[in-house]
């Protein structure tokens, strides 16, 4: 939770914000097909997208332990994002942990680590990703306020649930 | 900026203790009195009144007293700024694997 300016000469506005969240999800689908989706460049592809309003401009990835990911594309509010990771870990059917840094145009973000665990769930997958983040001077950008402070109290809810 | 760094580290710090984020949950039900938070959390009312007291001054729920009653309400303005860090990236993440879970439906077994 620190922040610091960076001495003589830099912006004060330089801050990092450290935090850490878990997201759990359960899929009726075996971990071979869940690990494929994580993992496969063309079946990535179909899910990790921007959603409405995306354009993309750029993808490639190579899931192997020293591979690298790049996805790049334009929000619906032209502001154009960009996802770049290292793959640290790949354990088929089981995990995967990379580290990955975000732009928002020029701006660098992020810097986070973020772990997939896949675990048998009945005849399904539990999937539980990990990511703990240090998020740079990020809450004063166009990006941090496209979503509507309708969300807040859906968004502490789940905050709340953690 | 120096302001919004400040308030920001008072949001998490009030958000890192379990029974502020009881009366926080209790709070987004809507405004409720001191001593009707106060009654399922075991502790004293005093207490009670210590972790309000950090509440309000992360600006993330004001009170105000009519009569003899305080009324505690959530200050969503406040609380946006650690919104906007935590669970904006979050979202997105849902977002994402909402996303890979219609994808796998269409993957055949």
């Given at each position: 939770m620190?922040?610091?300016?960076?001495g003589?000469?830099?912006q004060?506005?330089?801050?990092?914000?450290?935090?850490?969240?878990?997201?759990?999800?359960s899929?009726?689908?075996?971990?071979?097909?869940?690990f494929?989706?994580l993992?496969?460049p063309?079946?990535?592809a179909?899910?990790?997208?921007?959603g409405e309003?995306?354009t993309?401009?750029a993808?490639?990835m190579?899931a192997?332990p020293?591979?690298?990911?790049?996805?790049?594309?334009?929000k619906?509010t032209?502001v154009?994002s960009t996802f770049?990771?290292?793959y640290?870990d790949?354990?088929?059917?089981e995990?995967?942990v990379?580290?990955?840094?975000?732009?928002?145009d020029?701006?660098?973000?992020?810097?986070?680590?973020?772990t997939?665990e896949?675990k048998?769930?009945g005849s399904g997958?539990r999937l539980?990703?990990?990511?703990q983040?240090?998020?740079?001077?990020?809450y004063?950008?166009?990006?941090?306020?496209e979503r509507?402070s309708?969300?807040?109290?859906?968004?502490l809810g789940?905050f709340?649930?953690? | 900026?120096?302001n919004?760094?400040t308030?920001?580290d008072?949001?998490f710090?009030a958000l890192?203790?379990?029974?502020?984020?009881?009366?926080l949950?209790e709070?987004t039900?809507?405004?409720?009195?001191?001593?009707?938070?106060?009654r399922?959390?075991?502790m004293?009312?005093?207490?009670v009144?210590q972790?309000?007291a950090?509440l309000e001054?992360s600006?993330?729920?004001?009170s105000?007293?009519i009569?003899?009653?305080r009324?505690?309400?959530?200050?969503?303005?406040?609380?946006?700024v650690?919104?906007?860090?935590i669970?904006?990236?979050?979202?997105?993440?849902e977002?994402?694997?909402?996303?890979?879970?219609e994808y796998?439906k269409?993957v055949?077994?």
């Open positions: 620190a922040a610091a300016s960076r003589p000469g830099v004060a506005s330089r801050s990092i914000v450290h935090a850490m969240f878990c997201l759990e999800r899929y009726p689908a075996p971990r071979s097909h869940v494929k989706a993992t496969d063309a079946a990535k179909k899910w990790f997208t921007g309003g995306y993309e401009l993808r490639h190579d192997r020293g591979g690298r990911e790049h996805v790049r594309g334009r619906g032209g154009v770049d990771a290292i640290h790949v354990v088929r059917d995990r995967i990379y580290s990955y840094e975000m732009h928002l020029d701006r660098k973000i992020s810097v986070s680590l973020a997939f896949l048998t769930a997958t539980v990703m990990t990511e983040g240090a998020f740079l001077d990020g004063d950008d166009a990006g941090s306020r509507g309708n969300f807040l109290l859906d968004a789940k709340l649930q953690q | 900026m120096l919004k760094v308030a920001l008072q949001t710090q890192s203790d379990s029974t502020r984020r009881t009366i949950a709070l039900r809507g405004p409720r009195s001191v001593s009707k938070l106060a399922p959390l075991a004293s009312l005093p207490a009144m972790h309000l950090v001054e600006g993330l729920v004001r105000e007293k009569g003899r009653v009324t505690c309400r959530i200050e969503p303005k406040a609380l946006s650690a919104e906007q860090w669970n904006q990236r979050r979202l997105e993440w977002r994402h694997f909402d996303r890979l879970g796998l269409t055949e077994k």
